[in-house]
């Protein structure tokens, strides 16, 4: 019974199943003859809740009833699908008539075409006829705004002093002596100012007018017209040189503030900043230098070549004669940045005078007055510096030929080559003795080798010797000293074990000659000189390094600054990878302790220790950097963004920050962050926890913030 139940066919409109003759409720087969209809996209979407052989198998199925159908349909028409190519009758006849109305349309169109493109030329000349006229006009404008621009500069010219000894008085009644050529006088009274004065206006005005005319030549430097016109520029622009430096030099004279910005002004307008130093240099400066450093024929040579209290007294001369000009071309928003009075007019005077009047200075021959010349010029560059109102313009005095030139004078390489000689040439001539020889009222130490030992290591770092930017290489003459100290004494007993005296070179005559009891002077030194080096000496090494100018220090960390530029006012994403510099970091620290004669001498011990102290000593370096560059950029961003509250208050808009938005400074810090893990597991590498690091742990919190 409940077979012949199940074998009941169900109803056509069975609610809870499928029609046995149709398709599942997922099966549209209407959307196939959709335009838009994607079979990819068909698929992907069914898909995703329909098996894919389930899928293959409907699809299958309709394909079948579809082709079932096809030939339903032939079987039906038959007899119309055979006739059908039997009523194709006449065809050619057919398509004869469909071709000549073709044929006759296509001739219309080629010759719409035909004069479309006549036109279509006859417009692209009219439009290049009417760009050749433009640009004729423009041109002749520009002739023509030359032509008015050099008339201009003449007659303003003409309204200079024609004598030059005019300018050797500023008073006001020279108003009244000095006609215009036009036959108009100065009103110097009604203007209230002097003659000095207005002329400087005047000149300021003409150059202004010069740069104009500048302007005007550069494109049409090539015409006729220009060429005809060019000695009345020439002309125009020597009279004006002339006069512009009639007049700063009489500004310069009588101190005229007034006077200088003007002319200062007009040398700016016509680029010509280079003549206004030249005039300071051979008209202030050169006579005040060549008091203090007589040079040339008629010089008389002091004999000396210290420098120091030249340069004392040539502080007093700027401070006295020069700053007067230095405030007038540092003034805020004057537009006079562009004059380097202090490189290209006193350090070059400076230079100058040293050369010729005192070129010993500069020779390393005599290492301890090369030094103190050396110092001394660095104080006075130093000295120099501190005039400058902004770092940028520091780097810029830094930048100038002039003090390269002057920095070069100094061959610290010889100096140190000199120094070399001296202090390892004294120890090994101690050390070439055949015997020992103790010293009474040495100190601790007592053999004559140990006391030049010590004398040398300190003569390494004395005041008079050391030369900081070359501390590397004194720290390298330091560690050379106790090695030449430690062959010797290793020569020594490997002949003594040998009892070997047939070399006299073998630097161990000494220790076979000695007997058992100069021994105990060895060891006594060897523990006094432990002491030494390990304590006191050590830390004044050490504390001297730590004085060392800044960007030796932060040779490998000096990219770090570049973050801010690389994320301020751009519109970067947010950095998903650490700098390439973090790499370098730690580079040369691991170079050093696997390099060979780190392997060869240093114990496992000794490695360690100053692979901690170098890490830490790094570590803390980079938190300083680190925490300097997020402040500066966390107070960037505060101000910022007080200013765009401000704007959009007035604007009448919405102040509230967006939560989408996402600042410069936390691009910043989230750079650092990736920066710092980065260094992190390259400490780990080299064998150090950095969690054990104060400082690292400090970096970390450092950069850590929330997004802002």
Request: negative net charge; hydrophobic residues 40%.
């Amino acid at each position: 019974m409940a077979d012949a139940v199940s074998a009941l066919p169900r109803s056509a409109t069975d609610l809870f199943a499928d029609p046995l003759d149709g398709h599942p409720l997922w099966f549209k087969p209407e959307l196939f003859l959709s335009p838009n209809f994607d079979s990819e996209s068909y698929i992907s979407e069914l898909r995703t809740f329909v098996p894919f052989d389930t899928l293959r198998s409907e699809l299958q199925s309709y394909l079948s009833s579809l082709n079932h159908e096809l030939i339903d349909l032939i079987n039906r028409d038959y007899a119309d699908f055979v006739n059908l190519s039997t009523k194709l009758v006449d065809v050619d006849a057919a398509v004869v008539r469909m071709r000549a109305p073709l044929v006759e349309l296509r001739e219309k169109i080629e010759q719409f075409r035909g004069s479309v493109e006549g036109a279509l030329v006859a417009l692209k000349n009219g439009l290049k006829q009417r760009s050749d006229a433009a640009s004729a006009r423009e041109v002749l404008e520009l002739l023509l705004d030359t032509f008015h621009v050099v008339s201009k500069v003449e007659k303003l010219i003409k309204e200079l002093p024609t004598v030059p000894s005019d300018w050797s008085n500023g008073d006001d009644n020279l108003a009244e002596k000095n006609s215009l050529s036009n036959g108009t006088s100065l009103q110097h009274a009604e203007s209230g100012t002097n003659l000095r004065e207005t002329q400087s206006m005047l000149l300021e005005r003409i150059a202004s007018e010069m740069n104009r005319l500048k302007f005007y030549i550069a494109p049409a430097q090539n015409l006729p017209f220009i060429e005809n016109m060019e000695k009345r520029i020439q002309s125009a622009s020597l009279l004006l040189d002339a006069s512009l430096g009639h007049c700063f030099v009489d500004g310069l004279e009588h101190r005229d503030a007034n006077a200088i910005y003007n002319c200062l002004r007009a040398y700016a307008s016509i680029d010509n900043t280079r003549s206004a130093e030249e005039i300071f240099r051979t008209t202030v400066v050169a006579p005040l230098i060549q008091k203090i450093i007589p040079h040339g024929p008629s010089a008389v040579a002091t004999g000396s070549d210290d420098l120091e209290n030249d340069y004392l007294q040539i502080k007093q001369c700027i401070d006295r004669d020069c700053k007067f000009l230095l405030e007038i071309s540092f003034e805020e928003n004057s537009g006079l940045h562009v004059f380097d009075f202090l490189a290209n007019s006193i350090l070059k005077e400076v230079l100058l005078a040293i050369q010729k009047g005192k070129p010993g200075a500069f020779s390393p021959g005599r290492p301890t007055g090369f030094l103190k010349n050396y110092k001394s010029s660095l104080d006075f560059l130093a000295h120099l510096e501190g005039y400058f109102p902004s770092r940028s313009a520091v780097a810029k005095f830094r930048a100038e030929p002039v003090y390269t030139e002057f920095i070069k004078q100094w061959n610290i390489g010889v100096y140190f080559s000199l120094r070399f000689q001296e202090i390892a040439g004294a120890l090994d001539s101690e050390l070439v003795a055949a015997s020992l020889a103790p010293v009474q009222d040495s100190g601790d130490v007592t053999l004559k080798q140990s006391v030049a030992l010590l004398i040398c290591l300190e003569s390494c770092w004395r005041d008079d010797v050391l030369v900081l930017s070359s501390a590397d290489k004194f720290l390298r003459l330091s560690l050379q000293l106790l090695s030449r100290y430690s062959n010797w004494l290793s020569s020594g007993l490997a002949a003594r074990k040998s009892s070997n005296n047939t070399s006299s070179n073998s630097g161990g005559e000494w220790a076979v000659r000695a007997v058992p009891d100069d021994f105990v002077y060895i060891i006594h030194d060897l523990n006094c000189l432990a002491t030494e080096v390990c304590g006191d000496y050590l830390q004044h090494v050490l504390q001297l390094l730590s004085s060392c100018p800044s960007d030796v220090l932060d040779l490998d960390l000096r990219q770090l600054k570049g973050i801010t530029a690389t994320y301020r006012m751009t519109n970067k994403p947010i950095p998903t990878r650490h700098s390439p510099y973090v790499a370098a970091v730690l580079r040369p620290l691991e170079a050093f302790l696997r390099g060979d004669r780190a392997a060869t001498y240093l114990t496992s011990e000794v490695k360690k220790e100053l692979l901690d102290s170098a890490a830490k000593e790094i570590t803390s370096r980079y938190y300083e950097l680190a925490a300097d560059l997020v402040s500066v950029a966390r107070k960037t961003e505060s101000s910022l963004q007080r200013i765009r509250q401000g704007a959009q208050r007035r604007a009448g808009a919405s102040s509230d920050i967006s939560d989408n938005n996402v600042s410069d400074t936390y691009k910043i810090c989230q750079q650092l962050k990736l920066d710092i893990q980065e260094y992190g597991r390259n400490l780990k590498e080299l064998g150090i926890d950095p969690e054990d690091i104060s400082a690292y742990r400090s970096l970390l919190e450092c950069v850590s913030q929330s997004k802002s």
